[in-house]
């Protein structure tokens, strides 16, 4: 098992600091959004130079936290999410659509029925909180390979039913994260089913990344060639609005 303290390595090669300059003088927009970009892709080059399944430090049962808070919504709030929950999600439903030579539909029984894995891991949140806890999934390889993306598929894209504001929440990763190990489409969490604050029925764990990535109330997954033309074009619902794509730590 090869495993990094990725925030460590970035630390010690200057992102903290140039971050952290960024966020702390009075500089123009455009002064910061190049030094935020600069820091986006120095962490997304050392996540790749450290090795595409390099893992993440997984953490003993004892090390889990008492309490793991919600992030960003805690409910779905489309039709087909309320109608899902309503009967314990028994017809809800999975699309994979898109660059996908096999697009199908996966029902929540399919997707318990394929390989799983148990991990337990931190969640570190943008807002500056951390949590531990144990999740249990299919990884998101396991669902790929049986729709066969098409070789143009360069990212995946997770449309999901919670709405900020007007807008429905969507994130996306490249295919290097997709097929990683350590990322599942969790429907457990510490031994029980996935809650519905914490994205029931299905929701992203990537954790080579912060917790804005790990997109909750998952209904729609499409592969695309490009990132441009989706919402506002930066790959995700905060992205838009300008955070990082790419939120390695």
């Not at 910061?32 to 986006?40: F, I, Q, S």
């Not at 506002?232 to 990082?244: A, L, P, Q, T």
Request: glycine letters at 12%; aromatic letters at 10%.
């Amino acid at each position: 098992m090869s495993l990094i303290t990725r925030r460590r390595l970035i630390t010690g090669l200057g992102y903290t600091a140039l971050a952290g300059t960024a966020g702390g003088l009075a500089v123009s927009p455009a002064f910061r959004d190049l030094v935020l970009k600069g820091g986006e892709t120095l962490s997304y080059n050392t996540h790749r130079l450290v090795g595409r399944d390099a893992l993440v430090r997984e953490y003993s049962e004892a090390e889990m936290s008492p309490d793991f808070r919600t992030n960003g919504s805690t409910a779905g709030s489309t039709d087909e999410w309320l109608a899902g929950r309503d009967n314990g999600f028994a017809n809800w439903q999975l699309g994979v659509s898109g660059l996908v030579a096999q697009p199908a539909q996966f029902s929540l029984d399919a997707l318990r029925s394929m390989p799983a894995r148990t991990q337990i891991t931190r969640h570190d949140c943008v807002e500056g909180w951390s949590a531990i806890g144990k999740w249990t999934g299919v990884p998101l390889s396991e669902v790929l390979e049986r729709v066969q993306p098409k070789p143009n598929a360069n990212y995946v894209v997770f449309r999901c039913a919670d709405r900020m504001g007007l807008s429905l929440y969507y994130e996306s990763i490249d295919m290097v994260d997709a097929y990683h190990p350590q990322t599942i489409l969790a429907y457990g969490m510490n031994d029980q089913t996935l809650p519905v604050g914490h994205g029931a029925p299905i929701r992203l764990r990537v954790e080579r990344q912060l917790g804005y990535k790990n997109a909750k109330y998952i209904m729609q997954i499409e592969l695309v060639e490009s990132l441009d033309g989706i919402a506002g074009g930066k790959g995700g619902y905060w992205e838009d609005r300008g955070y990082e794509w790419y939120a390695g730590i």
